[in-house]
């Protein structure tokens, strides 16, 4: 594994070593176990969307393997003012050690792969989000002790989540379903890899549908970053379309609930639902620990 540009190009066993490799250094982490594997390693993070979670996890995660982080602003880097991803590419390379870019277009992530030298690690487009479902799948299988044969019900937009899920789902055996309204589908890509897996897929704009008998209860913000201008028309589209009290009636009595966060109490989920499901903010920790086996795969 050199990169990691999106769940589609990753192996099963490929997910579930980086999910081990995530719980050990969790472990070590929780007992001041050092380990310090990428000493001496840098890793540039280029940002073109505003973070809170993926900056402070990949920064933190750095330093505690023993490496340094490097926060690039892509407004003020020359890519601001135009300069093409190619140069930017190969520049970057013979100073880093690898790259981690959150940005709107996947052609940037791509960009950067095809024309680096260095590891390139996707940290959020809006295709795709790789390291949001590693740290998903990591607190399911937490919180559940498998994940084959699990079923989760996705409600919300069909976007970089919903295709990401998708993959990750359904690769490493989870049964999912998704509830979105006409109009907010998945990718193409995404529909289009699952329907190697008919059995365990299932696309509806049926909410009870998504949430009956489901071991995990999912959602994600309507109106994602760079979509604002839509936000009051997907506020009417999306309308009961809310993760609440009476949709986890309809899931297993011990469903879990996960959240990429930000989350909009009272939208896509309710406050009480969020309170009930201290889980959520475990997935936003692994997100801390995933990323840190990322890091060790392709960077050690």
């Not at 980086?18 to 310090?36: C, M, T, V």
């Not at 930017?88 to 959150?102: E, G, H, N, Q, W």
Request: one cysteine or more.
């Amino acid at each position: 594994m050199k990169h990691l540009l999106k769940l589609l190009d990753l192996t099963c066993d490929e997910i579930i070593s980086l999910l081990n490799l995530a719980d050990q250094l969790k472990y070590e982490q929780k007992r001041g176990i050092a380990h310090p594997h990428l000493a001496g390693k840098t890793l540039g993070m280029i940002f073109q969307k505003a973070s809170t979670r993926t900056r402070v996890s990949f920064e933190v995660g750095m330093h505690q393997l023993g490496g340094s982080p490097l926060f690039l602003s892509a407004s003020e880097m020359q890519l601001g003012r135009g300069e093409p991803i190619e140069d930017t590419a190969k520049v970057l390379s013979r100073y880093l050690d690898a790259i981690m870019i959150r940005t709107f277009a996947q052609s940037d992530v791509e960009g950067l792969a095809e024309h680096g030298t260095i590891p390139i690690i996707n940290g959020l487009t809006d295709s795709w989000h790789p390291c949001q479902v590693l740290a998903d799948l990591m607190t399911i299988r937490e919180h559940k002790s498998v994940l084959k044969g699990l079923k989760l019900g996705y409600i919300g937009d069909g976007n970089n989540m919903a295709n990401s899920l998708i993959v990750g789902c359904l690769k490493t055996g989870m049964d999912i379903t998704l509830a979105i309204p006409a109009g907010y589908p998945p990718s193409k890509e995404a529909l289009d890899f699952a329907k190697d897996y008919p059995d365990s897929f299932t696309l509806t704009e049926d909410t009870r549908e998504a949430a009956k008998d489901a071991d995990v209860i999912y959602t994600d913000v309507w109106a994602s970053m760079g979509m604002e201008g839509e936000a009051e028309a997907r506020r009417k589209a999306f309308e009961g379309y809310q993760v609440n009290g009476g949709l986890m009636a309809l899931a297993r009595p011990d469903a879990m609930v996960l959240h990429c966060l930000p989350a909009h109490r009272g939208e896509e989920i309710t406050a009480e639902i969020i309170a009930g499901h201290p889980e959520i903010f475990d997935e936003a920790e692994n997100r801390l620990h995933a990323q840190k086996a990322v890091l060790v795969t392709v960077m050690k």
